[in-house]
């Protein structure tokens, strides 16, 4: 492993802040993913949504996915990283973050050219550092959310 860009999935869809939760979850359907990075103006990253948080963010809440849009569920500053990031540095974020998927961003312009998942990670990873991976980010006491807002 090299660069994030060496690893990322490229063309990783958005789902634009203002459409609907069952809008993002037809899209997670038909693109066979759990989340999706949620978009602004000039496609700009605000968050992801996952289909974890469809279901406890809104439908257990008695929500309605077909009225709630995904910039509802996006919460502070994503963790990100940039495409020419060495894949130590990828780990060490996902790491102390505890993220399963990690948006990658070009600079200067913070747009969003691809998402690298735990899958992408554990291609490239020797077994140890594979079981040291997802020992720290499936640990049972993820980080304050205020942490991940920057």
């Known amino acids: 492993m090299t660069k994030a860009s060496d690893i990322m999935h490229q063309g990783a869809e958005c789902v634009r802040e203002h459409e609907t939760l069952a809008a993002a979850a037809r899209i997670m359907r038909e693109r066979h993913v759990g989340?999706?990075?949620?978009?602004?103006?000039?496609d700009k990253l605000v968050g992801i949504v996952t289909d974890r948080d469809i279901v406890l963010r809104c439908v257990a809440e008695g929500r309605d996915p077909a009225q709630v849009t995904?910039?509802?569920?996006?919460?502070?500053?994503?963790?990100?990283v940039e495409a020419d990031e060495?894949?130590?540095?990828?780990?060490?974020?996902?790491?102390?973050?505890?993220?399963r998927r990690l948006p990658v961003i070009n600079?200067?312009?913070h747009k969003l050219v691809g998402m690298i998942s735990?899958?992408?990670?554990?291609?490239?990873?020797?077994?140890?550092?594979?079981?040291?991976?997802?020992?720290?980010?499936?640990a049972e006491e993820p980080p304050k959310r205020e942490a991940l807002q920057g």
């Open 35 to 42: 989340a999706l990075p949620i978009c602004g103006e000039n």
């Open 70 to 80: 995904a910039g509802d569920l996006a919460l502070g500053r994503p963790m990100t």
């Open 118 to 138: 735990e899958a992408d990670i554990a291609r490239g990873l020797p077994q140890a550092r594979l079981a040291e991976f997802v020992t720290a980010v499936c």
């Open 107 to 109: 600079h200067p312009e």
């Open 86 to 99: 060495d894949c130590e540095q990828v780990l060490r974020v996902m790491e102390q973050y505890q993220v």
